[in-house]
Nanobody, 122 residues
Framework: QVQLVESGGGSVQAGGSLRLSCVAS????????MGWYRQAPGKQRELVAS???????HYPDSVKGRFTISRDIVKNTVYLQMNSLKPEDTAVYYC????????????????WGQGTLVTVYS
């Protein structure tokens, strides 16, 4: 079993910054994709940022230039630095990773964190 533990959420004034962290633990051989999603009330969960072990990074237009995803492979940790926060960024943010638990694993396991609430007020 693999578990993701998130931290760093909270309440911040518009224009401020927060950094989210997500640490994976358990039986992990390798991690392929690391990403962040968010879900606001009444809306579908959407991708915020993702990165692969090959270095490919993706941001949607809604956060591009304001959010930065980074990772520490040795520590099995992914971060999301959020700057210039807006009220519309208010949502529950979820960490997602795809992992292999054994070197002989044919497929990767998709794991989600419990979510951390980010509230941006004006």
């Amino acid at each position: 079993q693999v578990q993701l533990v998130e931290s760093g959420g909270g309440s911040v004034q518009a224009g401020g910054s927060l950094r989210l962290s997500c640490v994976a633990s358990g039986s992990i051989f390798s991690i392929n994709v690391m990403g962040w999603y968010r879900q606001a009330p009444g809306k579908q969960r959407e991708l915020v940022a993702s990165t692969t072990n090959g270095g490919t990074i993706h941001y949607p237009d809604s956060v591009k230039g304001r959010f930065t995803i980074s990772r520490d492979i040795v520590k099995n940790t992914v971060y999301l630095q959020m700057n210039s926060l807006k009220p519309e960024d208010t949502a529950v943010y979820y960490c997602r990773m795809t992992v292999k638990t054994r070197p002989t694993s044919v497929t990767s396991l998709e794991v989600w964190g419990q979510g951390t609430l980010v509230t941006v007020y004006s």
